[in-house]
C-alpha cells in the first residue's frame, strides 16, 4: 500500500489541475483545426487559423511525448528511450547523492549557511520566556527517577568507597592541611578556636556538675561528712574555671604554647614522611573499613530519596531551581553579544564538522533510499514534485509551435 502525505496529495491536486489545462488546451487546438479546415473554403483567412492550431496540435503532441517519456512508457508502448526516470531509478539515485555529497555538504556551504544563523541568539531569547524554561525544567526533572533506577545502592556505595579510596591515596593531605592551618594562622582565626575550645570546656564543666558531684561523693570514704565532700566538689570547679580563665587571658603562657604547637604541626605536616604516612594509612583505613561503605550507602539512599521525592512533588525545588538559572542564563546571553558570538562560532564550527563528517554516510543514505523504492514510487514521487512545472513545457509547447506554424504559413504565402 501507498503511504501519501498530505504534502503529497496537494501537489498530486495541483498536478491534476495543471494536466488537464494542457490536455485542454491541445483539444481545443484540434477542435479549432478541424473547424478552420471545414470553414476555410467560405472564409480564406481561415487558413492562418488552420495552420496556427496545426502546427500548435505538433508541439503539444510532441511535448507530452517528451513529459510523458520522463515518468512512463506513453500509452504503455514500449518505445525506447522512454520511461526515462523508472528504468534509471537506481543510476539516479547515485547521481542525486553524489551531486548533494560534493555540491551542498562541503565545509564551505555548511559554514557559510551555519555561521549565519544566530543558534545563541535564538536560544536565549526561547530560554528568557518563563513558559519556555518551566517546560525544559519540568522535562528535566521528570528523568531523575528514570536515572536513579539505573543505579543500585550496593554498587554505588561500591564505587564512592573505591573512588574516594583511590583519590585520597593520589592526594598529599599532608601539605594541603599545613597550607589551611597556615592560612587560619595567618588570619589569626586560631585565636577564634582556641577560645571556642575553652568554651566547650568551660560549658562541659557547667553541664556535668552533677555528675562530678556524685563521683565525687561516690569515692569518698563513707565517714567523710558530706560538706567536706562539697566544699572540695566548690574548690574544684572554681580552680578549673580560674584555670580556663587564665588560659582565655589574650597574652596566655597558654595560648603562646597553643600557636607554638601549631606551628610545629604545620612543620610536620609540610616535611615529614612518616607523618604523611601515618595520615594516608589513617584515611585508607577509614575509607576502606565497612562502616564507611555502610555510611556511602546510607548517604546516596537518602539523595536518592530526597531527589525522587522532589521529582514527584508539583512544587518541585529542582524544576523551580533550574527554571530560574535557565531565565537568568538566556536574559544575561542576550544580552552579551561577545559570549553569543563564540557559542555560535563552536555550534557552526561543531555543527559543520559532522555533517561534512558524516556526508558520505548521509549521501549513501540517500542513494539506498531511492534505489529500495520500486520504479512506481519513484516515478510517482518525482512527478509530483516537478510534474506540475513540466506541464507548462505542453502548455508553451502548444502555443510557440502554433505561432511557428503561422509564421511558416505566413512566408510560403509570400513565397
Known amino acids: 500500500m501507498i503511504d501519501i502525505s498530505s504534502r503529497e496529495l496537494q501537489q498530486a491536486a495541483q498536478l491534476v489541475r495543471m494536466r488537464r489545462l ?13 473547424a478552420a479546415r471545414l470553414l476555410q473554403p467560405h472564409f480564406t483567412w481561415l487558413s ?25 512508457a506513453p500509452l504503455g508502448l514500449p518505445i525506447p528511450h522512454t520511461a526515462i526516470i523508472p528504468r534509471n531509478k537506481d543510476r539516479i539515485g547515485a547521481s542525486i547523492a553524489n551531486f548533494l555529497e560534493h555540491n551542498f555538504m562541503t565545509t564551505e556551504v555548511i559554514s557559510v549557511e551555519l555561521g549565519a544563523i544566530d543558534f545563541a541568539g535564538v536560544a536565549a531569547t526561547w530560554l528568557a520566556v ?3 524554561s518551566r517546560s525544559v525544567s519540568r522535562q528535566a526533572v521528570r528523568l531523575v527517577p528514570a536515572v536513579l533506577r539505573m543505579f543500585e545502592d550496593d554498587d554505588v556505595g561500591g564505587f564512592l568507597q573505591t573512588r574516594v579510596a583511590k583519590l585520597t591515596a593520589s592526594i598529599r593531605v599532608g601539605p594541603f592541611a599545613a597550607e589551611i592551618l597556615a592560612v587560619l594562622i595567618a588570619e589569626q582565626h586560631h585565636h577564634d578556636l582556641f577560645d571556642h575550645l575553652i568554651r566547650m570546656v568551660s560549658r562541659a564543666l557547667e ?21 567536706i565532700d562539697e566544699r572540695f566538689f566548690n574548690s574544684l570547679m572554681e580552680e578549673l574555671q580560674g584555670f580556663l580563665d587564665e588560659m582565655a587571658v589574650p597574652d596566655s603562657d597558654w595560648r603562646r604554647r597553643f600557636q607554638e604547637a601549631l606551628d610545629e604541626l604545620i612543620g610536620n605536616l609540610r616535611s615529614s614522611p612518616e607523618f604523611e604516612a ?3 594509612g589513617f584515611i585508607a583505613q577509614t575509607v576502606e573499613h565497612p562502616l564507611f561503605r555502610s555510611w556511602s550507602e546510607s548517604v546516596w539512599r537518602d539523595v536518592k530519596r530526597r531527589l525522587l521525592t522532589d521529582a514527584r512533588a508539583d512544587d518541585s525545588r529542582a524544576a523551580a531551581r533550574i527554571e530560574q538559572g535557565l531565565c537568568a542564563f538566556g536574559a544575561a546571553l542576550a544580552q552579551n553579544q561577545a559570549v553569543r558570538g563564540k557559542l ?10 559532522v555533517v561534512v563528517a558524516r556526508r558520505a554516510d548521509i549521501a549513501d543514505l540517500v542513494r539506498r533510499v531511492i534505489q529500495s523504492w520500486d520504479a512506481e514510487t519513484v ?13 507548462y513545457i505542453r502548455i508553451n509547447g502548444t502555443l510557440v509551435g502554433g505561432l511557428v506554424g503561422l509564421l511558416l504559413h505566413v512566408i510560403s504565402m509570400a513565397l
Open 22 to 34: 494542457a490536455t485542454g488546451l491541445l483539444v481545443m487546438m484540434a477542435v479549432v483545426f478541424v
Open 48 to 72: 492562418f487559423v488552420a495552420a496556427f492550431a496545426e502546427a500548435a496540435m505538433v508541439g503539444a503532441l510532441a511535448d507530452w511525448f517528451a513529459v510523458t517519456a520522463l515518468f512512463r
Open 130 to 132: 518563563p513558559e519556555n
Open 207 to 227: 553541664q556535668h556538675k552533677p555528675l562530678i558531684r556524685l563521683k565525687i561523693h561516690e569515692r569518698s570514704p563513707r565517714w567523710m561528712p558530706k560538706t
Open 278 to 280: 601515618k595520615i594516608a
Open 344 to 353: 555560535n562560532g563552536w555550534i557552526s564550527g561543531f555543527a559543520t564538522e
Open 379 to 391: 516515478s510517482r514521487k518525482f512527478e509530483m514534485y516537478v510534474g506540475r512545472d513540466l506541464q
